[in-house]
């Protein structure tokens, strides 16, 4: 996996780093960079770091990137759960299916069987190509565009 602060970097340019709560598109309480405090409350270790449950105004950078990091570091796990080839790929290849299942949640990105099954034969120009015909890419704009050259070229772009 590349490194939790490059991670971080990729993300906020994605998600955007908003410091006082907001509704995200999908209508859903969020805050920092991306951090959708719905579906992914905090937990106590966060809750004692931040000093207080109720984010209602706002937080300041620092306790965002410690959210974003915790974010980082659940979601690649899951991805290292699910992903049964997940240890075989580069780092910036586990890293667009990272970027992926922040957007899109790991059940999300499981339902990409044609790119995840051409990722597995190391077929990158198929993968990124049905990255690229997917409506996560007609909803995602830029976003998909980069993850899909990520995936094809191995290399990231900005």
Not at 23 to 45: F, M, S, V, Y
Not at 131 to 144: D, E, F, H, L, P
Request: proline share 4%; charged share 30%; glycine share 8%.
């Amino acid at each position: 996996m590349i490194k939790i602060e490059e991670a971080a970097e990729r993300l906020i340019l994605h998600e955007g780093m908003r410091l006082r709560p907001y509704r995200c598109p999908a209508g859903k309480l969020t805050i920092g960079a991306g951090r959708n405090l719905e579906d992914n409350p905090l937990r106590p270790e966060e809750t004692e770091y931040l000093g207080r449950v109720s984010l209602q105004d706002g937080i300041n950078r620092k306790e965002a990137l410690f959210l974003l990091h915790n974010d980082i570091r659940r979601t690649e796990a899951l991805c290292r759960d699910k992903i049964p080839f997940w240890n075989m790929l580069d780092d910036e290849r586990q890293y667009a299916l990272l970027d992926m299942a922040f957007n899109l949640g790991i059940g999300g990105v499981l339902k990409f069987g044609k790119m995840l099954a051409a990722l597995e034969r190391q077929n990158y120009p198929a993968a990124a190509a049905a990255c690229r015909q997917s409506a996560y890419a007609r909803q995602t704009g830029k976003r998909a565009q980069r993850i899909a050259r990520l995936i094809e070229t191995g290399e990231w772009v900005q």
